[in-house]
């Protein structure tokens, strides 16, 4: 039995908001993600943003970051030798709207990846673009309170008619929202909402979600009246939810996790809201509004494509206790597994997880999956101009044998991306040292360092995979 088809689209993943740097450059401008310092203070400013607007931090990572703005040819050039078949990207919302309300696009900005695109198709390689991933307009969050205004339904329709016009024939697949279930954990980087913290929290936060929902349907809408060939995805932040054990009460549990998980995909794949919305509104006290046009525009519009990210599993318990000392995730966070091997950064390594997890989301949906990101971030010891990460080698290894199983029991796989295939500024810590990529960047957690880039042992290994086309891992 073949593995992966021939035209498996393996590749590497990066986001704007974590790559590009060039801050304002070009007439960009400021994204919400551009506020956040690094470390303990990105962490408070996440929970609290209101305080980190009101702050001036000595060093903000997204202004330069690696510089993805001024690099692009030759990381490309490395991406390209790396063997890469497909580039999932993102589009910097505020580099073509710098405010999100204008009526006329930023002509700098989408020239910006009219070059970036034509760099990578010059190479044959396909591209894979989020149209928003962490970075909406900071003027959108702090005069219209961020995905909570249905206006930014409309303004992001504007963007996506622009860009899909644009790139029409370039770009074939395109993500409406980066992990969209994120706006739960992260309500101010995934939604832009800034008051979250006061009063009516859920009820804010599934409010903007719904206006994302219907977002992301005016933008199968118009990308099909552009151009019907358009594969439009969703995508969540994925991790099968285990039960801690077979007490019944910790499988109800770890239910009630899944189903928060699943939530918006349900919407974007079913076009309706799922069986158990209802009792899930009236136990959070949420009270959503939803007229009669916005079930229609859902119900007409669903995506091509399920994407995701998975980095590991969830565990979930009933028992309070447990739940005290909880495991940081991806932002997500879990009793920790005495099953698996810790990571760093409180994640748990667990591949075979992958497997079940791609099982799990496969059998909910039934359309084709894309894996757009997963990956190890790990701290590299640069040694004379070598980086020797046999333990993202053997991460990989483990992650794409058990992707393998998957496809052999029968799921439809589009592709993998790794996350950070080139280092790139954490999104959750704001720190350079927890590097994902197979291209090392010069760079340190407080901006310092050439931006020089070198390749690291797990370049060549990856390249061998990818030559392969999965068998040689
Ligand atoms: C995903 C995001 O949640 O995880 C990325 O889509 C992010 O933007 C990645 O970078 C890894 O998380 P972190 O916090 O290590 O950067």
């Known amino acids: 039995m073949q593995r992966f088809k021939e035209d498996f689209l393996w590749g590497g993943a990066l986001a704007a908001n974590q790559s590009e740097g060039a801050y304002l ?4 401008g400021p994204s919400i993600i551009d506020i956040l310092p690094v470390g303990a203070p990105r962490k408070r400013g996440l929970k609290d943003p209101l305080q980190a607007l009101e702050q001036t931090y000595d060093y903000y990572p997204s202004h330069q970051s690696i510089d993805f703005y001024h690099h692009y040819k030759e990381d490309i050039k490395l991406l390209a030798e790396l063997g890469i078949k497909c580039l999932r990207t993102s589009i910097s ?11 006329e696009p930023n002509e700098a900005g989408l020239q910006f990846y009219d070059a970036v695109f034509d760099e990578c198709l010059n190479y044959k390689i396909e591209l ?38 644009r790139y029409q024939g370039k770009v074939n697949y395109w993500i409406t929202f980066n992990e969209i279930n994120m706006i739960l954990r992260n309500p101010f980087l995934a939604g832009g909402l800034i008051d979250t913290e006061k009063g009516e929290r859920q009820n804010h936060i599934f409010q903007a979600a719904h206006h994302q929902l219907l977002a992301s349907a005016e ?3 118009v990308a099909k009246e552009i151009d019907p060939n358009m594969q439009i995805g ?15 009460k910790d499988v109800q549990a770890a239910i009630e996790r899944t189903r928060e998980q699943y939530f918006f995909i349900d919407v974007q794949v079913n076009g309706t809201y799922p069986y158990f919305a209802q009792r899930y509104f009236e136990q959070h006290d949420i009270q959503l509004s939803i007229s009669k046009e916005d079930a229609d525009l859902l119900a007409k519009h669903t995506v091509d494509f399920v994407a995701f990210s998975y980095y590991t599993s969830r565990l979930e318990t009933s028992d309070s206790e447990l739940r005290k000392n909880l495991i940081e995730g991806n932002a997500m966070a879990s009793v920790r597994n005495p099953y698996l091997k810790d990571a760093g950064w409180g994640r748990q390594i667990d591949p075979l997880g992958f497997r079940i997890t791609i099982n799990e989301i496969y059998q909910r949906y039934q359309l084709p999956l894309f894996v757009v990101e997963n990956g190890l971030g790990a701290e590299d010891e640069f040694v004379e101009g070598q980086i020797h990460d046999y333990y993202r080698i053997d991460y990989f290894s483990q992650h794409i044998k058990q992707m393998a199983e998957a496809v052999k029991d029968g799921v439809e796989l589009i592709g993998y991306t790794t996350w950070g295939c080139i280092d790139l500024i954490s999104a959750g810590t704001g720190e350079m040292k927890k590097r994902y990529g197979f291209i090392y960047v010069d760079l340190d957690n407080e901006g310092k360092g050439s931006r020089k880039r070198y390749k690291k042992d797990s370049f060549s290994w990856y390249q061998k995979v990818i030559a392969t086309n999965g068998a040689d891992v």
């Open 25 to 28: 450059k070009d007439g960009k």
């Open 93 to 103: 919302w505020p580099r073509i709207f710098p405010n999100g309300d204008e009526l």
């Open 128 to 165: 894979i673009v989020t149209i928003n991933h962490f970075d909406t307009p900071l003027y959108l969050a702090t005069e219209y309170g961020g995905w909570q205004s249905k206006q930014l339904v409309g303004f992001y329709k504007r963007y996506c008619e622009t860009i899909f016009k």
């Open 219 to 221: 933008a199968t809408k």
């Open 234 to 248: 969703c995508m969540l932040a994925a991790g099968s939810v285990y039960s801690y054990t077979c007490n019944p």
